[in-house]
């Protein structure tokens, strides 16, 4: 019996679907720890560390992403490293590496 997706499912589709290279690093973007100098005065340990996790899940996320354009590549690296200030995970420069050289194989 094969049965419909629920209205949970469809929507749950959706937003996985819109979640492109450039949306999730917008997202990326506005979380405090994109930003050096970040102001943390007043925040409790447990609020650290929902900016943390939602900051490393977004990052995850935009390095798993597939880019579509080299703004969207930009962008990968730009969240990979942190804005520049860590290493780029070799599990994305294997897939720039993929890149470069898909033509020439």
């Known amino acids: 019996m094969n049965k419909a997706p629920n209205a949970h499912t469809v929507v749950a589709s959706q937003e996985v679907s819109r979640d492109t290279v450039s949306s999730l690093f917008s997202k990326w973007d506005a979380n405090p720890d994109a930003k050096v100098g970040a102001d943390y005065s007043g925040m409790s340990e447990e609020q650290l560390d929902a900016i943390y996790e939602e900051y490393s899940n977004l990052q995850r996320r935009i390095i798993a992403a597939e880019p579509t354009t080299a ?16 290493e780029i995970p070799d599990e994305l420069f294997d897939r720039l590496r ?4 898909r033509d020439f194989a």
Do not use: F, L, N
Not at 98 to 101: D, H, K, T, Y
């Open 71 to 86: 703004v969207q590549v930009a962008q990968q690296i730009i969240a990979a490293t942190d804005d520049g200030a860590s």
């Open 98 to 101: 993929q890149m470069a050289w």
